[in-house]
């Protein structure tokens, strides 16, 4: 990826060459332990992209990303929020609901998945007097 410019990820990414609507990649997200986690992943962009619907153990988050665009600009970051989660491995889905008039095909990329913990509060002091 180093000819496209700086700002992949490991200079690479992973693409799915989606030839028809409904195709879809999924890949496996490991949770370390139990808690509440950001998601955020960041879509590339290309002139024969589509729109990519993303799902977290079967249940759709966001909006659908439309991928058309030039794959020499840096991958877009999408926030997805925060989502409580058990210990162990979560399927995280790439869907090709629909494309772009302008694109001839369906395909998507990412270049990365976030997992963020979120903290916890920690409990308060009671107060003295």
């Known amino acids: ?10 200079d690479r990414y992973l693409i799915c060459e989606a030839n028809q609507q409904g195709n879809f990649m999924e890949l496996q997200v490991d949770v370390p332990e139990t808690g509440r986690y950001r998601l955020a992943v960041c879509l590339a962009r290309s002139y024969n992209f589509g729109l990519v619907q993303v799902s977290l153990d079967g249940r759709k988050i966001g909006e659908p990303f439309d991928g058309l665009g030039d794959h020499r600009q840096p991958a877009e970051k999408v926030e997805y929020g925060a989502f409580e989660r058990r210990e162990g491995p979560h399927r995280l889905r790439f869907t090709a609901v ?8 369906y395909c998507m990329g990412t270049d990365y998945v976030q997992l963020t913990p979120v903290p916890t509060p920690s409990a308060k002091a009671p107060s003295e007097n």
Do not use: Q, T
């Not at 990826?1 to 490991?10: E, F, P, Q, Y």
């Not at 629909?98 to 095909?105: G, T, V």
């Open 1 to 10: 990826m180093k000819r496209w410019g700086r700002h992949w990820s490991n």
């Open 98 to 105: 629909d494309k772009n008039p302008k694109s001839p095909a």
